[in-house]
């Protein structure tokens, strides 16, 4: 079955460049799939994206609504297939890719109503004047592997809605789960050309972002591709570039918070996913009033998660998505420990009986007289379980440590007092506030998206039809008995 879906068809390359081999990070015994890329695919999906673009502009906002809706009863269709694929291909346990999926059917509703309503077409009545809005033209959409669905899903949809063409390039660790995307597209009836996908590692990523054929790029990953993105499209300053980069999230718990559900909401925010998710909290900041009964109870959360293979029962955390990302996450720990941290809830390689997966325990480390920062662990995106926990005296200085960051992605705030909330609201420097509830996690009826290292605009939520669109300032006749225009120094 090939991988590639270009101009309505799943094709092979003629002559592949390489194959992808997806190997599970829950047991690398089990081959997910096998996909064969070629770097002239990137061409033909551009041009196939390129061609289909007037026709689609023009076929309407309604109609494009309605060939979503046909996508999303696909997606539905298939939530078992995708849903295993997600668990097998990522190595989030099964329970966690379902939800996954229920993301995805649960933003296209999202994207045809609430979302789509934030990007109507205004018209000033006084001026006269109308803002319209017009979709980019060609949109690449370049995806993560913490949400191999969830993530781009929420890009191609609201891309399509606009009147966008696409051109879709998963995570070389996701390349299954878009193969089952491009099935329900093909089923739906979308016109051939609208919605394409190649398939590929950094070259074919490389081509792509750097296509002189593109009008956007959409793009969620680590801030250093990011950069490289953005370093390699500075000649083009009209293309569209959205980027969702990742964090380095912090948790401030307060004197007064309810400790209870404190503990729940951050040990999910922490270890859910296995710590992979942008808006994962990796440092916890809290006052010294309470540091000792949160650190025992954290500790005592983390010692209790079942860490297991994606298809066990009770297993609320798999592995880490490759050898590379545990190393670094290992050697990291080692350095916060050697500098001052204590692991209350040691970390590690941990095995699972009978699996070759790249499985750790969820860490607790407690910095300990008087250091806060060490380099390469409290400044680094580790994107894996571990929760370093720095007690302050003060909300000022919670604050402060908070923002001792470049990234500014997401933040909670545990505290039943508002006027501290606010005062929270106000200076921290992230894109999404959680009051009372995890920093991990997002509302698609919000916007989404952070500042600083961790991106620009809003590449994902609800304001993304915003991202896939730019809008057109009419300026309409004056009325017919206005004066004529005149101006000094000319004759008419
Ligand atoms: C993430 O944290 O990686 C994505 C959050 C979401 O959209 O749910």
Redesign the pocket.
Known sequence: MPSDFINGRFVDPATPDGVLEVRSPADQSDVVGRHPWSLAHVDDAVSAARSAFPAWRRLGQARRAELLRAYQSQLKLHADDLARCIAREIGKPLWEAKTEVG?MVSKVDVSLGEGAAYVKDTVIADLPGEIRHRPHGVAAVLGPF??PG??PN?QLVPALLMGNTVVFKPSDKGAGTAVLMAKCFEAAGFPAGVFNLVQGAVPTAEKLVTHPGLDALLFTGSVQVGQRIVAANAHRPGLMVALELGGKNATLVLDDCELERTVRELAFSGFATAGQ????TSRVIVTKGIAERLVERLAAAARSVTVGHVFDDGVFMGPVISEATRSQLLAAQAKAISSGFEAVAPGGAVEVSGRRGFYVRPAVHVARGGVTRVAGYTDTELFAPDLSVVTVDSLDQAIAVANETDFGLSAAVFTQNGDAFERCADELRVGVLHWNRSS???SGRLP?GGIGASGNHRP?GILMGQSCTYPLAVLLPQKADAPLPSWPGISF
């Not at 998710?277 to 994962?280: D, E, N, P, Q, S």
Request: glycine content about 14%; charged content about 5%.
């Open positions: 993301a913490n949400f969830h993530l929420g998710r942008c808006t994962a991990a996690g997002a989404f994902a």
